[in-house]
């Protein structure tokens, strides 16, 4: 399931918080070339201490989080180990905003994509003639619908994806994260003509499109969630 947002938040803030007491013990031990004693050595290993937590936490390649560790293990506890370790905080933080790190991201990437083979399916074993490609076409457009919602809840600050109580509709999701400079105007309309698709389709309007533009919407949509879920 997703990562909350409070626990996103927390996250973030964590991030925050050592990469600045990095900074701080940077600057306070300049021209310190000796071993952190003291106050500086005992800051030094809590910050060690919670980055070595948040990377337990939020990496789940094995080999990855195995090298991440041990490099933040082995690092001086001088002004060189400090400096190296706010490099490292901040890749990390940058590859969290970014959501290489997101574990949630990654379950609802792998759930989105086998409906959209779930779609393939459902086209590929229609009957000719007989608008088969409707289903396919109405659950390629609610896992786009999906994806844009929790998009919208992803960005800083988060976008709402009610209005009044109600869920907005997916021409204003697109707006709102066109706006939010997630994607560009392009990309909108191309978004927008898939909803199209999936709206006919949901109201029995089949007149409206045929089996090649859901053949393409699939396509598109598997492309869109590579790129952005």
Not at 106 to 133: C, P, R, T, V
Not at 135 to 145: D, K, M, N
Request: hydrophobic share 40%; net charge neutral; charged share 30%.
């Amino acid at each position: 399931m997703p990562l909350s947002l409070d626990f996103d938040k927390t996250v973030r803030e964590r991030f925050g918080g050592l990469v600045r007491k990095t900074q701080t013990l940077c600057e306070e031990n300049r021209n310190n070339t000796r071993t952190f004693e003291g106050d500086a050595l005992a800051e030094f290993t809590e910050i060690r201490t919670s980055a070595t937590t948040l990377i337990h936490l939020l990496v789940i390649e094995t080999t990855l989080k195995g090298k991440f560790d041990s490099d933040v293990k082995s690092l001086p506890e001088n002004i060189d180990g400090i400096t190296k370790l706010q490099g490292i905080l901040k890749a990390l933080q940058h590859d969290y905003k970014t959501g290489l790190l997101n574990l949630g991201t990654k379950i609802e990437a792998n759930i989105a994509l086998d409906y959209m083979s779930l779609a393939e399916q459902l086209l590929g074993e229609g009957k000719a003639e007989q608008h088969d490609y409707v289903p396919a076409a109405v659950l390629a457009g609610a896992v786009l619908e999906d994806a844009l919602r929790r998009l919208c809840e992803r960005q800083n600050p988060p976008i709402s994806t009610k209005t009044n109580g109600k869920y907005k509709m997916l021409k204003t999701l697109i707006d709102d994260l066109k706006q939010s400079s997630l994607f560009d105007g392009p990309k909108a309309k191309q978004l927008e003509a898939w909803a199209s698709i999936r709206n006919v389709a949901a109201h029995g309007q089949f007149d409206k499109f045929k089996r090649s533009d859901v053949e393409q919407m699939i396509i598109g949509i598997k492309d869109f969630l590579a790129d952005y879920i």
